[in-house]
């Protein structure tokens, strides 16, 4: 097998198709009227015989155009595509290496004209819409929507799944323009395949509310739509997969979709014990969640930001769900989708951390075992109701349940400087939770005339309770001069309750017709809090825990209210927009304290708060945009309260009733482009904070027993920001092979003031994370994605008690896949992690193989694969955490080797499902 590998490899980095040959296409193209140069108009090339795409580019800013690749057909079709005009076509022969077509005239389109040429562009670059023609861009077979959009030029997926198209974040993919499943992006995209789709849209993230008034959206975020064929929204869809391995380890998914026009049903269900969220279907790739998903310890996962699981280690979970959206005439649309979870998670950690002070320094010790029982239903529905074109209402109520069992055991130890014993606790636990969430948001606008004036109401609330029983025991010796002992066994019996209410209205009034607005605004919210604890100490006479602890006990009342009217003005153009504004807070904060009279708090606070936005269209492919805002950030009212709360024997927590609220000043730059002539993207983003007022921590220790005193305190100076950018470009050796390069860092920076046993200093981080990647394809044949990341942090300190530190962590990912003949596929995913500062006692480096082999039966329809998990069993995640006054290295509980055999199935009754040309799959 090492030499058939070797071979394909040798034939993969060499072979090409002698036949083709390379080819140059140049030319400009002009509106036919005012030959005005046309920015954006997609120019590509097609085979004659079946319309198969061979290149295409966009072209610029003066109208120019260059395509270059090579093909082995000498006539082909040039098309030319721009909206608003017709679309060009014209039969080219390449008798010669370099073409030159000289300007190209478009005439304008007219809705009363036949349409002589149908044809779709792989890109199309609209006012505020990039498209992309699914059936342009090719993939392996049974492809889902990740695949696809891996394909697609200026759309990245990183390691944990995150899409950036064009360097902004994608938060939101709908189908046919309705959320899927809560819009959760990662069960879209990996579940609905390439067949079905049509189009993608990519579009800036608008509220309902935005959309209907036609504001501008989020320009820092980004959402995808992905366009059903039209004889593929009515039929059955789906698939099923299971697998079992050794050590007892096993997984199963499926997915039932049903649609019908603008019906939709769909119904998931998923289970596993090898922390997966189980509606992923496993197969290839996807078994193994992607790069570094495999070394997370955490096996709770989140749907639309509701969580389901919870705990570390290794984790069993089962999960089902279901989704439905449907109009109802055009007035009405409405969508729900159930959740139900459980999960099991068994976790031991082992921590070392070491604390510098200003005259010394200390040294902790801790393992613990925990295992967490989750089980949960969520309930979320939506409902758009469009009482006449200038009319809409929006109502979104939500519920949710979750109940958690949770076993703790942990022993702790703390060493002096000299490693003297000076003290240790152990703890034994046994938690019960439930907790109910209710939220409903409901929103109305009203458009007035055809300038833009329109009047916004919204109104949202919810509640929540929680419930605890808590039993505890634990022992804390404290060593010294003073010894002491605290024995603690106790039953504490809690209880929180939370109501939220926000109401906002706002109206906006034209002063230019659709361009320039003034915006009057104003907003309530009244945030209520209650948190009563009950603790009852064991009594030996009765033994029953009867006896009530008064110190250990709580029963707050919190509010916080808040009154803030604004006013604000935009400006848009077609090329640009700019906005500012300011709004006025009145801010009260209330506690109450049953059990402490003397500790009830009533602070108001009043502050100006200002925001303001530029966005500049630098070209249809190239934008600028910045923000500033201003923001008020008042002290939580547990900061402010000054009762000691020493439910931590070793850490007695005060509060300080004098705290100011903090200033922060924030600015925020982004640039992005991509040059489709060149297939080279780049984008940058920086930002920086500023806090005056900051609440920081000041902690005491005590030199001999190292017991802490902790308050709170305001400091000036405190600054934060992070900066980034990525450079990509792609070249195309031949019609079959080609290589994309990626060079990117991530950085961030902080300055925190902060106090040391009353000693104020400044700690002044800087983290560098520079990575490399190069993407290597040769269609049909073979894959190899390198990746490279190191990571710089250096931590300075301002005083000379504290001593410099800097940390290096090395990891590189070495992805590769075998397409071999009848239908099999051999992939190979490795990652080498190198931790050379982390402590004596935990692995320092590592190498993690994942393998599969996978083969397609019954015409594709059906997948076989073999995976084993990490092959060469050096699993680790030993991680290194660097704060201003602490350094902790911790290492838990992960997944071993095991090995799986798998199979999945995929049903399809929907309309035209394209055809298989060679090894690949091709759309209509």
């Avoid at 990662?186 to 993608?200: G, M």
């Avoid at 929180?496 to 009034?509: F, K």
């Amino acid at each position: 097998m090492r030499k058939f590998t070797l071979v394909i490899g040798l034939l993969c980095c060499f072979l090409s198709f002698t036949q083709s040959k390379n080819f140059k296409i140049s030319g400009k193209i002009i509106s036919e009227e005012e030959e005005n140069p046309l920015e954006a108009a997609t120019v590509y090339l097609e085979k004659i015989k079946d319309s198969t795409l061979v290149t295409y580019t966009i072209t610029n800013k003066d109208g120019g155009f260059l395509l270059e690749d090579s093909t082995p057909e000498i006539n082909l079709n040039l098309l030319v595509s721009y909206v608003g005009y017709q679309t060009y076509k014209q039969k080219i022969t390449l008798n010669t290496p370099n073409l030159s077509l000289g300007n190209i005239k478009l005439k304008v389109s007219n809705a009363l004209d036949e349409v002589l040429i149908k044809a779709s562009a792989p890109i199309t670059i609209k006012k505020d819409t990039l498209e992309f023609n699914v059936a342009s861009f090719k993939t392996k077979k049974d492809a889902t929507v990740e695949d696809l959009l891996k394909e697609l030029p200026g759309v990245e997926i990183d390691d944990e799944g995150k899409i950036k198209v064009n360097g902004k974040e994608v938060n939101k993919i709908l189908v046919n323009g309705k959320p899927f499943f809560g819009n959760d992006p990662s069960i879209t995209i990996k579940n609905l395949t390439k067949d079905i789709i049509e189009k993608i849209q990519v579009v800036d993230t608008k509220t309902k509310s935005e959309a209907f008034t036609g504001e501008e959206g989020d320009k820092e975020n980004k959402t995808i739509n992905l366009t059903i064929k039209e004889e593929n929204n009515k039929g059955v869809f789906g698939r099923v997969a299971a697998g079992v391995g050794t050590n007892k380890r096993h997984e199963f998914a499926g997915m039932f979709n049903r649609f019908d026009n603008d019906q939709r049903i769909s119904v998931l269900v998923g289970g596993n014990n090898i922390n997966s969220p189980g509606f992923s279907f496993g197969e290839i790739e996807k078994m193994f969640g992607g790069g570094n998903a495999w070394f997370s310890d955490n096996g709770s996962f989140s749907v639309n930001g509701r969580q389901f699981g919870g705990g570390q280690g290794i984790t069993t979970s089962n999960l089902v769900g279901a989704n439905f959206a449907n109009s109802y005439g055009k007035k009405v649309e409405a969508s729900a989708d159930y959740f139900y979870s459980n999960s099991n998670s068994e976790n031991q950690t082992t921590s070392k951390r070491e604390t510098i002070l200003s005259d010394s320094r200390y040294f902790s010790n801790s393992r613990s075992n925990s295992n967490n029982d989750t089980k949960s239903h969520s309930v979320n529905s939506e409902f758009e109701i469009k009482i006449d074109s200038t009319f809409m209402v929006n109502v979104k109520p939500s519920f949710s349940f979750s109940k958690t069992t949770t076993n703790y055991v942990s022993d702790d130890e703390t060493l002096n400087e000299d490693l003297v014993l000076t003290n240790q606790s152990s703890l034994n636990s046994i938690v019960e939770n439930d907790a109910k969430n209710f939220s409903n948001e409901i929103s109305a606008t009203k458009k007035f005339g055809a300038k833009g004036a329109f009047l916004k109401f919204g109104l949202n609330n919810s509640f929540k309770n929680g419930n605890s029983d808590d039993y505890i025991n634990s022992n804390t010796e404290v060593f010294g001069t003073n010894p002491e002992t605290i024995v603690r066994n106790q039953f504490t019996d809690g209880e929180t309750n939370g109501t939220n209410l926000r109401a906002d209205v706002t109206y906006r009034l034209p002063i230019k017709a659709k361009e320039f607005f003034m915006n009057f605004g104003y907003k309530f919210e009244r945030n209520k809090d209650e948190n009563i604890k009950n603790t009852f100490d064991f009594n030996d006479v009765s033994n029953d825990f009867d006896t009530f602890n008064t110190a250990l006990s709580t029963d707050f009342e919190y509010k916080d209210i808040k009154s803030t009217p604004g006013i604000s003005l935009s400006y848009r153009k077609e090329k640009w927009s700019a906005g500012f504004g300011a709004d006025y807070v009145f801010r009260t904060l209330k506690n109450n304290d049953g059990l402490r009279p003397q500790f009830n708090v009533e602070r108001g606070f009043e502050a100006i708060q200002l925001n303001s936005n530029f966005y500049y269209k630098l070209s249809k492919i190239a934008t600028v945009y910045a923000n500033y805002s201003l923001s008020n950030i008042p002290p939580s009212v547990r900061q402010l309260q000054a009762f000691e709360d020493v439910s931590n024997p070793l850490n007695t927590v005060i509060g300080n009733p004098n705290l100011e609220p903090t200033n922060e000043h924030r600015l925020y730059f982004g640039f992005n482009t991509f040059n489709w002539q060149e297939r080279t993207g780049f984008y940058m983003y920086a930002s920086i904070a500023s806090r005056n007022n900051a609440v920081v921590s000041r902690t005491t220790i005590d030199a001999e027993t190292l017991k802490r005193v902790t308050t709170y305190d305001n400091v000036n100076g405190n600054n934060n920001g992070y900066f980034g950018m990525e450079y990509s470009k792609k070249f195309k050796i031949d019609s079959l092979q080609s290589v994309k390069f990626r060079i990117a860092n991530w950085s961030n920076f902080s300055k925190n003031i902060n106090y040391n046993n009353n000693v104020q200093y400044a700690s002044n981080v800087m983290v560098f994370n520079p990575n490399i990647g190069v993407d290597y394809i040769y269609t049909d044949v073979f894959e190899f994605k390198p990746r490279y990341r190191i990571s710089f942090t250096n931590n300075k300190y301002d005083i000379s008690a504290f001593e410099d530190r800097n940390f290096t962590s090395h990891n590189l990912d070495l992805n590769a896949a075998f397409f071999l003949p009848k239908g099999f596929e051999f992939r190979n995913d490795i990652t080498y992690n190198y931790n050379p500062n982390i402590a004596d006692g935990f692995q320092k480096d590592a190498w993690f193989w994942n393998a599969s082999v996978a083969y397609s039966i019954l015409k594709d329809k059906g997948l076989i694969t073999l995976k084993v998990y990490d092959l060469l069993k050096q699993n680790t995640n030993a991680r290194r955490t660097a704060t201003q006054d602490y350094i902790q290295d911790t290492q838990s509980t992960v997944l071993r080797q095991y090995f799986m055999l798998n199979f999945s199935w995929k049903f399809n009754s929907l309309g035209a499902k394209g055809e298989i040309r060679g090894n690949h799959f091709y759309e209509d």
